[in-house]
């Protein structure tokens, strides 16, 4: 929501493909979220700058290797930065800046480790993509959303292994005829 209020082109964008897709007579479903690209690209570029996790959980090389030119003996602990990953100009365009239409670039989201990668990827990771753009297509779709003020919302991170924001998120909002309707 934080970069939502921060870009209300690309909040605007997001309801009108829910509207289009619902119309004006029904709430999103969890099933319509695989028609909802552009609300899937939103969730993708948000995990993608704001990982759940910055460091993946560590990993321990059950033999000797080298990663990433460097020689990892046997019993060595891994970790992986995914913040910094999903941040580095050499794989991503503009990578501070928040741009969902990046997703649908071919191949684009095969950079994305949000929540691991391979085998040992977090087994719940399809449940929380569809579950996070359940969410905020509700919320997108039933509420006219603003900032409190001119300013824009604070994105700065706080101190903790989940990266809370600095400063909670604070904002307006106010029932579509939607709501009405369904209720």
Not at 13 to 19: S, T
Not at 52 to 73: E, F, H, I, Q, T
Not at 96 to 108: I, S
Not at 146 to 167: F, L, Q, W
């Amino acid at each position: 929501m934080s970069n939502l209020l921060n870009h209300p082109e690309i909040l605007n964008k997001a309801r009108g493909e829910i509207d289009e897709l619902t119309g004006s007579d029904r709430l999103v479903d969890e099933q319509d979220i695989v028609n909802l690209p552009y609300l899937q690209n939103i969730v993708s570029e948000t995990f993608r700058l704001y990982p759940a996790l910055p460091l993946l959980v560590a990993r321990m090389s059950s033999n000797d290797c080298k990663v990433a030119g460097y020689d990892m003996p046997r019993g060595t602990m891994l970790l992986t930065n995914v913040w910094a990953m999903h941040r580095d100009p050499k794989l991503w365009k503009e990578p501070e800046r928040f741009k969902p239409e990046r997703f649908e670039e071919q191949g684009e989201d095969k950079k994305l480790m949000q929540f691991g990668l391979g085998r040992r990827a977090c087994p719940g990771a399809a449940l929380a993509q569809r579950l996070v753009c359940f969410a905020l297509g509700s919320l997108v779709q039933c509420f006219e959303w603003k900032r409190v003020d001119e300013k824009y919302v604070d994105m700065t991170e706080g101190k903790g292994a989940s990266m809370p924001k600095a400063t909670p998120l604070r904002a307006m909002c106010k029932a579509r005829p939607i709501v009405g309707k369904v209720m």
